[in-house]
């Protein structure tokens, strides 16, 4: 990586990932609270809502934890620095 160290490196990908925590976890909590309601349905056809909801929030979860932590290793391991101009 010419031009830009591993720390440096390091250092970006830590505050790159610190900067986008919020945003990651307020979408992704905000969309499995609104499925909360169809895991405690009750009414007729609840039997199709339910799965279907924490197929979702399972999902949602997986999505998150791969964005916020496994996406930034990720991207140190094998991301090119590219030189500032």
Do not use: C, N, W, Y
Not at 8 to 30: C, N, Q, Y
Not at 63 to 72: H, N
Request: charged share 15%; proline share 7%.
């Amino acid at each position: 990586m010419p031009g830009i160290s591993h720390q440096t490196m390091a250092k970006v990908v830590v505050l790159g990932s610190a900067r986008r925590l919020r945003p990651v976890m307020m979408t992704a909590s905000i969309a499995a609270f609104g499925f909360i309601p169809l895991l405690f349905a009750t009414d007729p056809g609840s039997e199709i809502q339910r799965p279907l909801a924490i197929v979702i929030i399972g999902g949602l979860v997986s999505s998150t934890f791969l964005t916020l932590f496994l996406l930034p290793i990720l991207f140190k391991r094998f991301g090119m620095a590219k030189e500032i101009i």
